[in-house]
């Protein structure tokens, strides 16, 4: 489960969102509903354990923020977030994946035995690729296809994959309908169901979020510099409301603190 109460966060130069409020169970599926720079990304970083918020407190898979950061992201799993866990378009899709398993158990040894059928590291990966919906034989040269030849989908695949390697408890996706075609856009948001039909609570940011999304919304600044917004579960006979103060530069500060950590 995921709660937040008043759960906000005051960057360098101002507001970068506050008071947000919403109860989520496990195996949800959340979006964070808003405009580039409305604060969406450091609500997800902040959620994942990756920011520390400055207001309010939220509670994650039993865990409290911000008091327990380190446990937090332990539990919680980030795909592709620019400034902080973007894909390297050098490597390849296979040298991506090798080297998260080397950062998740120090694996040691070739591409080919990280990859070798039946093997324990294999089971893994394959079980992440399926949740992902990344089939590598698809690609234009298979894993040694580069990051950069990716088409978006396949990119936010990839990055959902190297997330779900470490089976974690929340996976938070940010961007995650971004330079999407409509129907490539329904097939990011099923594949993100799927996960969380099997019981990993699903974190999307996002500016359209699908009807049956818990949805959390953010708004850009108005002319003042500030903007509101408010959280609603679109399947429930109620919504919770919350203000979303944003500044951009506050919340550009803050992502930027999160990346250098």
Do not use: Y
Not at 9 to 23: A, I, M, S
Not at 61 to 70: C, I, S, W
């Amino acid at each position: 489960m995921i709660t937040a109460e008043g759960f906000g966060l005051e960057g360098p130069r101002g507001r970068v969102f506050r008071d947000v409020t919403f109860t989520a169970p496990a195996g949800s599926l959340i979006a964070v509903e808003g405009a580039s720079g409305s604060g969406r990304t450091c609500l997800l970083l902040s959620l994942t354990g990756r920011m520390r918020a400055t207001e309010g407190r939220a509670e994650v898979a039993g865990l409290r923020l911000p008091k327990q950061l380190a446990a937090v992201r332990r539990v919680a799993a980030l795909g592709s977030v620019t400034g902080v866990s973007e894909l390297d378009p050098a490597l390849t899709v296979g040298e991506h994946l090798r080297e998260r398993a080397l950062l998740r158990r120090r694996f040691g040894g070739s591409l080919r035995e990280l990859l070798r059928p039946g093997g324990t590291e294999a089971a893994r990966v394959d079980e992440a690729l399926s949740a992902a919906g990344l089939d590598l034989s698809a690609l234009p040269k298979a894993e040694r296809t580069a990051a950069r030849d990716l088409e978006r989908l396949e990119a936010l695949r990839l990055g959902t994959a190297l997330a779900l390697l470490t089976r974690p408890e929340v996976l938070a996706v940010d961007d995650t309908d971004h330079k999407l075609a409509p129907a490539e856009r329904e097939r990011a948001w099923a594949m993100l169901r799927g996960i969380a039909a099997n019981g990993t609570t699903v974190l999307a940011v996002c500016t359209q979020a699908p009807e049956d999304a818990v949805v959390v919304r953010t708004r850009a600044p108005a002319a003042d510099g500030h903007a509101d917004g408010h959280a609603t579960e679109r399947d429930a006979e109620h919504r919770d409301e919350h203000h979303d103060d944003t500044d951009e530069e506050g919340a550009a500060d803050a992502h930027a603190e999160a990346g250098s950590a």
